[in-house]
């Protein structure tokens, strides 16, 4: 239990200046807060015994005000820096957890939901604040405040009265501590329901188009309610036994009460003890609850937050199985790509993704990829962006093991437009400046020409500044994709890999950009994968992929003559178009 003050020693280490000042505060409070009864007591008793001149009431009423004014200056002091020193480990530790996770590769977001991430870097990080500050307040408080005021007690007033009355402490301790556990046992159980849900929310949102189209909301809706009456009931859970907490601690507590009365009054009428003696017990009595509930707490606040320690130190221990080399090439990758892929499975797929994958990409030329879906275009982007590792052959840059560069000079390497564009909730200009937040607004607009977005753009309420998603103007795909294309483009990246990037787009507009994209990027690399000949008729050569092989290779005229997969998809797409444009003549 008390190991999670161990582990988290390099905190305590590393902010061992505030914390002592905030326990030595604890501590002096403890002491005056024990004086004043005393003070209180001895007032009384001179009240009693007719003893009290208006000098001694003055000096004494006094002393309690400064007592006060100084217990109030020093629990502000306390607690900014405990409770200040509480929020600093959760903004660390939080600041790990995502340092971590955009370390990580594609496996480790696979195996983790975005929900449950999500659930780490919230409940366990806040339950590690509760460690670093209410925890550690309620250590010291139980020691020092229960034991200065036990020490009053018994040294003070009575020892005789001290024993008899401190009788059902035990019985608090105790308490405090099972109820607690039983509540943090439901409390987590309803902190996974609460995951559960927000796994389903997001999922819904995020495709909240589907469902509709389906017409699945009422199903989806179903199991919604379901979720949230889980939740309900888990909640509920708690508060039944957070309901009887109280009134049990304020039973045993009204218990001591009744026997400091019962044995008090007995103990005055033996002249044990003065009346202000007895005053000043029931004031340390109500002074010694706090730290008894804290004993309870403590053990309990302890416990969460190992398991939340562990949790978060076994997040951060997973290794992305991507391995940066000792000294690595730290240059963007540029120059020729020799792809030799003998064999790729996805590290928790079965059958073999790619098969025997060989090409060359001179550098300066452009690469057309075609074949069915799921023939293993997007897997080889993936593979020389290097998403994975774990396949057998070669994937060289210059020459150069891809494992030689650094991950960094890999993607600073590669301008990538994917499949399903994204775009940050943020304004047209800075999506497309998302890498290069310097460029100029002559140079933004020039990216946005060369991907034939900068008209649409000129045309939204506030053109650049225009915010795109939730907030802002709702574009539509082609439009995502071109934008997606500037953002690429705006990399000035050696390699330019376009993954299905135009498939929203018309094909004249398409024309258009490829066009552009010829022109300037004349002496750089490009990779285009499509399902649509008509993008990559130009490129330097084609490769066809079935089913993970390249199956038909060489440029366009050459495939054509082939007659093979790629001619009649070529034929047919002819027609296709044919059939459009007379579509559109005739109406
Ligand atoms: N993360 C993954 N884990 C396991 N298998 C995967 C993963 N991603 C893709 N696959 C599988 O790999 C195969 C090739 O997929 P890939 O996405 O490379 O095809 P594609 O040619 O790009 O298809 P499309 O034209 O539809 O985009 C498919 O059978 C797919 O199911």
Same mark, same amino acid.
């Given at each position: 239990m008390f190991s999670i003050?161990?582990?988290?020693?390099?905190?305590?280490?590393?902010?061992?200046?505030?914390?002592?000042?905030?326990? +030595?505060?604890?501590?002096?409070?403890?002491? !005056?807060? @024990?004086?004043?009864?005393?003070? $209180?007591?001895?007032?009384?008793?001179?009240?009693?015994?007719?003893?009290?001149?208006?000098?001694?009431?003055?000096?004494?009423s006094g002393t309690i005000l400064v007592f006060a004014i100084a217990m109030y200056g020093l629990r502000y002091g306390w607690r900014v820096a405990i409770f200040g020193n509480s929020t600093l480990l959760e903004s660390i530790l939080r600041n790990r957890l995502f340092a971590h996770f955009t370390?990580?590769?594609?496996?480790? +977001?696979?195996?983790?939901?975005?929900?449950? !991430?999500? @659930?780490?870097?919230?409940?366990? $990080?806040?339950?590690?604040?509760?460690?670093?500050?209410?925890?550690?307040?309620?250590?010291?408080d139980s020691i020092f405040i229960g034991g200065t005021t036990l020490f009053s007690m018994i040294f003070f007033v009575d020892w005789k009265l001290t024993l008899f009355t401190t009788l059902p402490f035990p019985l608090l301790i105790v308490?405090?501590?099972?109820?607690?556990k039983a509540i943090n046992?439901?409390?987590?159980?309803?902190?996974?329901? +609460?995951s559960q849900m927000n796994n389903r929310v997001q999922e819904s949102v995020g495709g909240m188009k589907v469902i509709k189209t389906f017409g699945e909301e009422e199903a989806h809706y179903a199991d919604f309610t379901g979720d949230i009456e889980n939740v309900i009931a888990r909640n509920k859970a708690v508060y039944q036994v957070d309901s009887a907490y109280s009134p049990i601690i304020e039973g045993i507590t009204g218990l001591t009460y009744v026997l400091t009365l019962f044995f008090g009054s007995y103990f005055i009428s033996i002249d044990r003890i003065s009346l202000g003696q007895l005053i000043a017990y029931f004031s340390y009595l109500s002074m010694m609850t706090w730290p008894l509930l804290a004993i309870g707490r403590v053990a309990n606040t302890l416990e969460r937050g190992n398991a939340s320690y562990n949790r978060v130190t076994d997040l951060l221990s997973k290794k992305?199985?991507?391995?940066?080399?000792?000294?690595?090439?730290?240059?963007?990758?540029?120059?020729?790509?020799?792809?030799?892929?003998d064999s790729f499975t996805?590290?928790?797929?079965?059958?073999?993704?790619?098969?025997?994958?060989?090409?060359?990409?001179?550098?300066?030329?452009?690469?057309?990829?075609?074949?069915h879906t799921g023939s293993g275009k997007s897997t080889i982007f993936k593979l020389l962006l290097r998403d994975y590792d774990g396949y057998t052959g070669k994937i060289k840059y210059n020459d150069k093991d891809i494992k030689h560069y650094s991950l960094d000079a890999v993607s600073q390497g590669i301008g990538y437009v994917p499949q399903g564009t994204f775009l940050f909730s943020t304004t047209v200009r800075e999506n497309i400046c998302f890498v290069n937040p310097q460029l100029t607004q002559e140079q933004v607009e020039h990216f946005a020409k060369l991907a034939d977005i900068h008209d649409d753009i000129e045309q939204f309420p506030e053109g650049y500044d225009t915010e795109v998603g939730e907030r802002g103007v709702s574009l539509s795909g082609g439009q995502k994709q071109r934008i997606a294309i500037a953002r690429a483009l705006a990399t000035q990246a050696e390699?330019?890999?376009?993954?299905?990037?135009?498939?929203?787009?018309?094909?004249?507009?398409?024309?258009?950009?490829?066009?552009?994209?010829?022109?300037?990027?004349?002496?750089?690399?490009?990779?285009?994968?499509?399902?649509?000949?008509?993008?990559?008729?130009?490129a330097d050569e084609i490769i066809v992929l079935d089913k993970g092989q390249i199956v038909e290779r060489g440029t366009h005229t050459e495939l054509l003559a082939n007659e093979g997969w790629y001619s009649q998809m070529y034929e047919e797409q002819q027609l296709q178009q044919k059939v459009d444009q007379g579509g559109e003549t005739l109406g």
């Open positions: 003050l161990r582990k988290l020693g390099w905190f305590f280490k590393l902010r061992w200046k505030s914390y002592t000042f905030g326990v +030595f505060g604890l501590i002096a409070v403890a002491i !005056l807060s @024990a004086v004043t009864p005393l003070i $209180l007591g001895n007032i009384i008793d001179q009240m009693v015994n007719s003893t009290l001149t208006f000098q001694s009431l003055a000096l004494q370390k990580m590769d594609s496996q480790f +977001f696979h195996e983790y939901r975005t929900g449950d !991430l999500m @659930a780490h870097a919230t409940n366990d $990080l806040a339950a590690l604040r509760f460690v670093a500050g209410g925890g550690i307040l309620s250590i010291t308490a405090a501590r099972y109820m607690g046992k439901r409390y987590r159980k309803s902190l996974e329901s +609460f992305s199985s991507l391995k940066e080399a000792k000294n690595p090439i730290q240059t963007p990758v540029a120059g020729d790509i020799a792809f030799t892929v996805y590290p928790d797929g079965k059958n073999e993704v790619l098969q025997n994958a060989h090409f060359q990409l001179k550098s300066g030329n452009t690469l057309g990829i075609v074949g390699f330019l890999i376009l993954d299905d990037a135009l498939s929203a787009v018309d094909a004249q507009t398409e024309a258009r950009i490829l066009e552009n994209l010829r022109d300037i990027r004349r002496n750089e690399s490009t990779i285009i994968a499509t399902h649509r000949i008509s993008s990559i008729m130009h």
